[in-house]
């Protein structure tokens, strides 16, 4: 039989997950964007002429992944992608008129509620949360690790 605590335990993951589920959706629907997206786009608002491997860094996501999502955003039209002057093989970042629009009117907060819960929890605490993570995900069989570089909002749709 699973303990009261497992369970209890388990309760939490379901409103985290459901929580990620909920803003995502509203993202969505606010935006016409996935999370992930908006995500990117809030990214290069508050770094203009970021890289898109500086942008891979600073959302801990694959380049490959970042690529993808911003083929999907310039085809929309939402950012515009510039070649360095100094070396034409850098790529900068930049939102269009429409990208900073859909920025405006997307549901706080834009990195995502479980990000910015983070953020927020003391160094200490979070250093012994990252620990028990590991220790979790230690125990658990047939882990798929690439998971780790997708967007938290495309792995809960």
């Not at 959706?25 to 809030?42: D, F, K, M």
């Not at 600073?58 to 999502?69: K, P």
């Not at 069989?141 to 798929?144: F, I, R, T, Y």
């Given at each position: 039989?699973?303990?009261?605590?497992?369970?209890?335990?388990?309760r939490?993951?379901?409103?985290?997950?459901g929580?990620?589920?909920?803003?995502?959706?509203?993202?969505?629907?606010?935006?016409?964007?996935?999370?992930?997206?908006?995500?990117?786009?809030?990214?290069?608002a508050?770094?203009?002429?970021?890289?898109?491997?500086?942008?891979?860094q600073?959302?801990?996501?694959?380049?490959?992944?970042?690529?993808?999502?911003l083929?999907?955003?310039?085809?929309?039209?939402?950012?515009?992608?510039?070649?360095?002057?100094?070396?034409?093989?850098?790529?900068?970042?930049?939102?269009?008129?429409?990208?900073?629009?859909?920025?405006e009117?997307a549901?706080?907060?834009?990195?995502?509620?479980?990000s910015?819960?983070?953020?927020?929890?003391?160094?200490?605490?979070l250093?012994?949360?990252?620990?028990?993570?590991?220790?979790?995900?230690?125990?658990m069989?047939?882990?798929?690790q690439?998971?780790?570089?997708?967007?938290?909002?495309?792995?809960?749709?």
């Open positions: 039989m699973t303990s009261p605590l497992v369970l209890e335990t388990l939490k993951f379901r409103v985290i997950i929580a990620v589920r909920q803003h995502s959706r509203a993202l969505e629907t606010a935006c016409g964007i996935s999370g992930a997206q908006v995500w990117i786009l809030a990214t290069i508050d770094t203009p002429d970021i890289t898109v491997s500086q942008l891979g600073a959302l801990s996501i694959h380049v490959s992944t970042a690529s993808n999502l083929d999907k955003l310039s085809r929309a039209g939402l950012i515009e992608r510039l070649r360095a002057e100094e070396d034409r093989r850098v790529v900068r970042l930049r939102l269009t008129e429409a990208g900073r629009a859909v920025i009117r549901p706080k907060p834009l990195t995502g509620p479980v910015d819960a983070l953020s927020k929890i003391p160094e200490d605490a250093t012994s949360l990252n620990a028990e993570l590991t220790e979790l995900i230690r125990h069989s047939e882990v798929d690439s998971a780790a570089d997708e967007p938290l909002s495309n792995l809960v749709r």
